[in-house]
């Protein structure tokens, strides 16, 4: 059986994750919670509406009530949860290629689910749970109500329009994803030029060529979409979402990335100067560029390590009070305004810091921190990536040893892919080179 992941339950549409198993997880999170409405979202893979309304299909046969609110963020089903009180889903794989797709499960306050909560549902799908009586099933609402629709949206309007980005012209990517309508619609509010990438979703080119994900990419030659874009017509930056849109990063206007730390370095310290950041302190992850630590430190900012994955800067943030925090991929939580990441509403803060600036983006982050060398790949095995890194760490504590005190070698099990991240830090580029060979001879026996 499918179980949850590292952010909910992933899997290949039709093949891992059915339809089947779509209709048995809503029945046993509907039987599981005690709320008798809940609210449905999906992103734009072919396999989304399927897996929807099977999931649909689930939470009435329990007796519940579903609203089903068509292709919206993540964030905007985490939103609603919270404003009403009511638990929900989301049909979505993040910035995984279509073929694969998953189902995210928040409480009724927004957040994703605690491990416990979802060993419970687990256990109630083993065992085979009965649907309610024939005179019980819940309703389904396929309406889309405008009034459920459309409060995500009405809440990210009311913040951009206090913005006056009239001097800025931006290119908005959105993946041929969830944000493909409210990205560009949301931040176009804020008066500022939008140029719309990559938002004509067709059910197979979600994160294909375009979004957060593609300007990660080693390329040879070219540039990704979004920054040929951004160069070709001579904008001041582009900003990108994933398929779900809980991630954001951009680039600036020679079409160079802007990564997540850059983007929490430059939140931090605006929030910092002006004394919104609260606690004085951000949650990062032991994956961040060490010049990211340093930089918040130096200015006095306090910064707490916790892993890779957002429920662990999401628990981190918890225990610490921080309402910062976030990963160099882009997932950045800002728990004042949403306890999700949510990249349209990163995108309005980043764009009214700059703004208020009166600088270039690239200059902003110039200020905000100074990185260090770094460079991370993704190495592809053929199973059990988790095993391979416990086998691989006296290895990799001597690369790292060799490294010094300025560099370090870092091998991470994905959680949602068959796939060995490696990511190496060092003072120098040369240090570098050495390090990355030797991660890469480490791996060769086991890539696929």
């Keep these: 059986m499918l179980t949850f992941g590292t952010d909910g339950m992933r899997g290949e549409a039709n093949t891992e994750l059915t339809a089947d198993v779509a209709v048995m997880l809503g029945r046993a999170a509907a039987i599981e919670s005690r709320e008798s409405e809940w609210l449905l979202g999906w992103d734009t893979r072919i396999s989304s509406e399927m897996l929807a309304a099977a999931f649909c299909a689930g939470v009435a046969s329990a007796g519940k009530n579903i609203h089903a609110l068509g292709e919206v ?35 009724r306050d927004g957040v ?11 256990n109630s799908m083993l065992a085979g749970t009965r649907p309610a009586d024939p005179g019980r099933t819940g309703r389904i609402s396929w309406t ?24 800025l012209n931006i290119a908005v990517d959105g993946a041929n994803g969830a944000a493909y309508k409210i990205g560009p619609t949301a931040l176009g509010f804020t008066r500022a030029g939008i140029t719309p990438v990559a938002c004509e979703p067709n059910g197979r080119n979600i994160n294909e060529g375009c979004g957060s994900t593609d300007l990660t990419k080693l390329r040879v030659t070219g540039l990704p979409e979004l920054s040929a874009k951004v160069v070709k017509d001579g904008l001041d930056f582009g900003l990108a979402f994933d398929g779900d849109a809980d991630r954001l990063l951009a680039v600036d206007a020679r079409g160079e990335l802007v990564d997540g730390d850059e983007i929490i370095a430059i939140i931090a310290l605006h929030r910092a100067r002006y004394g919104r950041l609260v606690n004085n302190g951000v949650v990062v992850t032991e994956w961040s560029n060490s010049g990211l630590l340093r ?8 910064v707490a390590v916790c892993p890779v994955g957002d429920k662990a800067v999401a628990d981190a943030m918890d225990r610490t009070g921080f309402t910062l925090g976030g990963e160099q991929s882009g997932h950045i939580i800002i728990k004042d305004l949403l306890q999700v ?9 980043l764009v009214d810091i700059v703004a208020d600036s009166g600088l270039p983006l690239r200059e902003v982050a110039r200020r905000a921190m100074r990185k260090i060398p770094q460079r991370t790949t993704n190495v592809a095995v053929a199973a059990a990536p ?36 490696v990511m190496v830090e060092a003072e120098d580029w040369d240090a570098l080179g050495r390090a990355e060979h030797g991660a890469r001879d480490l791996l060769k026996p086991y890539a696929r």
Excluded: C
């Design 386 to 421: 988790a095993l391979i890194v416990k086998e691989l760490e006296p290895e990799r504590i001597a690369i790292d040893q060799a490294l010094g005190g300025g560099g370090r070698l870092v091998l991470r099990a994905s959680g949602t892919e068959e796939v060995v991240r």
């Design 144 to 167: 889309g109500e405008e009034d459920f629709r459309g409060e995500y949206q009405r809440w990210l309007v009311e913040r951009a329009q206090r913005i006056d980005a009239s001097s």
């Design 341 to 349: 990441g949510d990249g349209v509403s990163t995108a309005i803060e």
């Design 112 to 122: 994703k689910l605690r491990k416990d909560e979802e060993t419970r549902i687990e």
């Design 73 to 107: 963020p993540t964030a905007a089903i985490a939103y609603s949860s919270r404003l009403r009180g009511m638990p929900g889903a989301m049909i979505t794989a993040s910035h995984n290629p279509y073929q694969d797709n998953g189902i995210k499960i928040f409480g």
């Design 295 to 302: 930089s918040l430190r130096d200015s006095g900012v306090e």
